[in-house]
């Protein structure tokens, strides 16, 4: 069940009407727009939670 709302979560951050938290150009962050970095923010949040997902299944 924590993974389920883990990833709701990262699939939420991404999507109308959370996205509008990250939708500005403004500030610019790691030289990128922040529209563009709170997407890859959360590409990297979800490869993160995928790692630690598959090391756990695979341990078994």
Do not use: D, H
């Not at 509008?20 to 500030?27: D, E, S, V």
């Not at 962050?29 to 890859?40: D, K, Q, R, T």
């Amino acid at each position: 069940m924590f993974w389920f709302c883990y990833f709701l979560i990262c699939l939420l951050a991404q999507i109308w009407p959370i996205y509008l938290i990250g939708n500005r150009l403004y500030p610019f962050v790691l030289g990128m727009p922040f529209s563009m970095f709170w997407v890859v923010l959360w590409i990297v949040i979800i490869f993160i939670g995928l790692l630690i997902k598959f090391n756990q299944e695979y341990r078994r």
